[in-house]
T-cell receptor, first 116, second 109 residues
Framework: GAVVSQHPSWVICKSGTSVKIECRSL??????MFWYRQFPKQSLMLMAT?????????EQGVEKDKFLINHASLTLSTLTVTSAHPEDSSFYIC????????????FGQGTRLTVV | GQNIDQPTEMTATEGAIVQINCTYQ??????LFWYQQHAGEAPTFLSY??LDGLEEKGRFSSFLSRSKGYSYLLLKELQMKDSASYLC??????????WGAGTKLIIKP
């Protein structure tokens, strides 16, 4: 099956700094990538949908200036958490879809962000 | 609004069979997915149903009734490694995945 690689797997950063998370589709061209956030014992919460070459579409309540998403190529999307605070500590997961929409979402491994 | 309901937690015995139900109300329907998620890891794909009926894949089977807005995931010959959360997700008319909160399955020896 298709492979999506997410990096880093975990990161600890100081409050006020920025953290970049990368999501790469390794063997297919991902026209659309999704960024999720997951708190403990809760389901995935969609943060934004990014389409290659265009601005990301953010879900209601997600600050676009805080969570910067870039989808510059068909194989790479990045999420930058700017001026991170402890409440941003969470599990961030990306997924990618192929042009054939009615297929499973391919997930990255997830990134555990801890802001201290 | 859009809604996916599944039980919060279930307990079953190793070697037994368990059925995890999922009911949904969404804007359109383009398929229903089941994912398995172990703690601290990303979800992994289990099944996809878009037509009514039962899809069998090894120890796991998934059933769909579109008229009832209902699906279930059936796990047979349970193993300890099946202890995980099971997420039901429906793809709506905009091809967006709407996620259930997940069912935590606890397997006891």
């Amino acid at each position: 099956g298709a492979v999506v690689s997410q990096h880093p797997s975990w990161v600890i950063c100081k409050s006020g700094t920025s953290v970049k998370i990368e999501c790469r589709s390794l063997d297919f061209q991902a026209t659309t990538m999704f960024w999720y956030r997951q708190f403990p014992k809760q389901s995935l919460m969609l943060m934004a949908t990014s389409n290659e070459g265009s601005k990301a579409t953010y879900e209601q309540g997600v600050e676009k200036d805080k969570f910067l998403i870039n989808h510059a190529s068909l194989t790479l999307s990045t999420l930058t958490v700017t001026s991170a605070h402890p409440e941003d500590s969470s599990f961030y997961i990306c997924s990618a879809s192929t042009p054939d929409r009615n297929t499973e979402a391919f997930f990255g491994q997830g990134t555990r962000l801890t802001v201290v | 609004g859009q809604n996916i309901d599944q039980p919060t937690e279930m307990t079953a015995t190793e070697g037994a069979i368990v059925q995890i139900n999922c009911t949904y109300q969404t804007s359109g329907f383009n398929g229903l997915f089941w994912y398995q998620q172990h703690a601290g890891e990303a979800p992994t794909f289990l099944s996809y149903n878009v037509l009514d009926g039962l899809e069998e894949k090894g120890r796991f089977s998934s059933f769909l009734s579109r008229s009832k807005g209902y699906s279930y995931l059936l796990l047979k010959e349970l193993q300890m490694k099946d202890s995980a959360s099971y997420l039901c997700a429906v793809m709506d008319s905009n091809y967006q995945l709407i996620w259930g909160a997940g069912t935590k399955l606890i397997i006891k020896p």
